[in-house]
């Protein structure tokens, strides 16, 4: 139920997910993207004044831009992410996690009219909420969804140590659980290891940094590495 | 295999594929990478490493990597030259065509509440003031007096541009809403049909009442064959929006919205246009006072009747020869 995954088969058999992005994150996104185009209203304001009249119109012509295309512009152009999006990791995709497409984009963001009914992106928070994947309405007409964008994160280089064999009957869960721990080594303060590698004392018969060098040896050992 | 062998197997194909991702594919040679074949062994690649339960930092680093490969592999194209001008010539037409019946109705409900309110404000003249404020009305009444010249050329190219601008973001505005309104189950495009009909149906009724025929119709009609039968376009549009959560016929209502959009759309690209183009006409030359009044209907006329052939003709040859 609190799952967000969002998976798409592609035509190679192969599994993508993604996290569907919730209302929150959008809301804050949406706010960021009308600082920036007040901004730019004000500064352009500031320019055309000295063109008087015909600055009325040009600011008009802009202002009617930003509003309707300026999402429609980055989401195409800059790979799904407006510069609100792009601040809290989100993209805008479609359900096939393929590049959102001009069409859908312009379907997207027209419809913004009506999720913002009564007032303040009402309907639109409320279609969210309510639906599988948090799309708004214009997000449910033109097939796509913002999801967050991965931080690309590359495999890791795990600590040196000598490889030694495993005990015996270590499972396959356990195999995996032991290396994902030294995957995490970066993340986890030194003190921390050694305290989950001390919950392994029956079976490793070591303690603190004896326990936890044991475990990563074994850790190279499944990954691979010989002597 | 242990992990460890298959990362130093094929660790270089990743870190070519990713490099060549990261330069946006561009400054690469294309020669230098096969992306379809490289995108088909990586999949297997990751689908390998998944079977063989290898660690979930290797997995998610592959399937992000997959996850480019693939945004890049079916990236749309959908701005071709040729895409447009066929539109123009034909697929816009033939959209509204295919849609009559959308666009039918759309027209019912702008031209009978405008027809209702027109006759009715020509006959009573305290109707107007239930669309409008006294003020607004005083307003509207001053702006077509013939003996107030504000409409005139003399108020200068900058006005003009300045209204343009007026028009673009107003007009456009009220025809994306009414578009946009049609998904709460064409509730939206009805309310914005009808309401709009009533207002320019009352202003008509009440400045012809008035009499102050020979300023407002020489405006109004030019840039009104554009700016009219946009409003019902877009109207037309919403409504198949509309009708595809009302009745989604024989496939799910997400389905149904989906497909409805995407005709819609054909659409919208073409209201979009006109309603360019009438902001020009309005700003540019609909307010001209310099050319006769009977020039300007002349051309008006002529407009109305470019605009209708359009739709009835534009495209039909193509589509009876493709049969």
């Given amino acids: ?227 | 295999m242990r992990q460890r062998d298959f990362e130093n197997r094929y660790r270089d194909s990743w870190a070519q594929l990713e490099t060549w991702l990261k330069g946006g594919g561009k400054n690469a040679d294309p020669a230098t990478l096969d992306l379809p074949a490289a995108y088909r062994n990586l999949c297997q690649q990751l689908a390998v490493a998944k079977e063989r339960q290898y660690t979930s930092r290797l997995i998610d680093h592959l399937n992000q990597l997959v996850m480019a490969a693939h945004h890049r592999v079916y990236r749309q194209q959908t701005l071709r030259r040729r895409g447009w001008l066929h539109y123009l010539l034909a697929g816009f037409p033939q959209a509204v065509r295919a849609n009559g019946r959308a666009v039918a109705l759309a027209s019912a409900l702008f031209l009978l509440p405008a027809l209702v309110m027109g006759i009715g404000t020509y006959n009573n003249d305290a109707l107007i003031y239930a669309v409008m404020s006294p003020a607004d009305v005083l307003s509207l009444e001053s702006m077509y007096d013939p003996g107030n010249r504000v409409l005139g050329r003399e108020r200068g190219s900058d006005t003009d541009l300045a209204m343009f601008g007026f028009y673009i973001k107003n007009n456009i505005g009220i025809a994306f809403r009414t578009f946009a309104g049609g998904i709460l189950f064409g509730l939206g495009s009805i309310f914005f049909l009808v309401f709009n009909g009533v207002y320019l149906g009352a202003v008509f009724g009440h400045i012809t009442r008035v009499g102050f025929v020979s300023t407002f119709y020489p405006f109004v009609i030019g840039h009104g064959a554009f700016e009219l039968t946009a409003i019902v376009l877009a109207g037309a549009a919403g409504l198949l929006l509309g009708r595809s959560l009302v009745d989604p016929g024989q496939h799910r209502r997400s389905i149904a919205l989906r497909l409805a959009s995407v005709e819609a759309m054909k659409i919208m690209y073409g209201t979009f246009l006109m309603l360019v183009i009438a902001a020009f006409l309005e700003a540019f030359w609909s307010s001209s006072a310099a050319t006769p009044i009977s020039i300007k209907l002349g051309v008006g006329g002529l407009l109305w009747l470019v605009v209708f052939a359009y739709f009835a003709l534009a495209g039909r040859r193509e589509a009876t020869g493709a049969h």
């Fill in chain 1, 1 to 227: 139920m609190l799952d967000t995954t969002y998976h798409v088969e592609t035509p190679e058999g192969i599994d993508l997910h993604a996290r569907a992005a919730g209302p929150v994150p959008r809301i804050l996104a949406y706010a960021v993207d009308v600082l920036y185009r007040t901004l730019v209203l004000i500064a352009l304001g500031i320019g055309l004044a000295v063109a008087d009249t015909a600055g009325i119109g040009i600011w008009l012509v802009c202002s009617f831009l930003l509003e309707w295309f300026y999402p429609v512009f980055f989401e195409v152009l800059r790979g799904g992410q407006t510069p609100g999006k792009k601040a809290f990791g989100l993209m805008v995709v479609n359900d096939n996690l393929t590049p959102i497409s001009w069409g859908a984009s312009l379907v997207r963001n027209l419809l913004r009219f009506a999720d913002f009914l009564p007032f303040a992106y009402a309907t639109g928070v409320i279609a969210m909420t309510l639906g599988r994947h948090f799309q708004r309405l214009g997000d449910l007409a033109a097939g796509t969804l913002v999801v967050y964008r991965e931080a690309d994160k590359a495999p890791v280089a795990l600590p040196d140590s000598t490889p030694l064999p495993p005990p015996r009957n270590l499972k396959r869960q356990d195999q995996q659980a032991l290396v994902s721990l030294f995957e995490r080594h970066d993340d986890l303060s030194e003190a921390r290891q050694q305290e989950l590698a001390n919950l392994l004392e029956p079976i490793t018969q070591k303690r603190d940094s004896a326990a936890l060098g044991y475990l990563r040896s074994v850790a190279s050992w499944l990954l691979g590495g010989r002597e």
